[in-house]
């Protein structure tokens, strides 16, 4: 599968912005997506991961209440809408996909497919 991350930008603290991610290729809903992003000098982390059907949700604790993930299976694409941006946020965003983990184990990198990641900086 390819995938194709857009929205990001710059955007001032407390603000929002609304990630992208389009999928082409094998059938999107065969795969868990996630977020994950990496700021300057440091690892990249995880940041948010939906389930097949969206019925299930994982966060990051420095996220969570101020991100949502969803996706819209008809049309290939997932979402990551983040509220209340703050300066800590900036970082290149990434989606990425795999075909299945649960729990614990979707929170790591072993995902099979990324996109090529966009840019969110967080003015103070």
């Known amino acids: 599968v390819q995938l194709q991350a857009s929205g990001g930008g710059l955007v001032q603290a407390g603000g929002s912005l609304r990630l992208s991610c389009a999928a082409s290729g094998r059938t999107f809903s065969s795969y868990v997506m996630g977020w994950f992003r990496q700021a300057p000098g440091k690892e990249r982390e995880f940041v948010a991961a939906?389930?097949?059907?969206?019925?299930?949700?994982y966060y990051a604790d420095s996220v969570k209440g101020r991100f949502t993930i969803s996706r819209d299976n008809a049309k290939n694409t997932v979402y990551l809408q983040m509220n209340g941006l703050k300066p800590e946020d900036t970082a290149v965003y990434y989606c990425?996909?795999?075909?299945?983990?649960?729990?614990?184990?979707?929170?790591?990198?072993?995902?099979?497919?990324w996109g090529q990641g966009t840019l969110v900086t967080v003015s103070s």
């Open positions: 990425a996909a795999r075909d299945y983990c649960s729990g614990n184990g979707c929170y790591d990198r072993s995902y099979d497919y």
């Open positions: 939906i389930m097949w059907s969206g019925g299930t949700t």
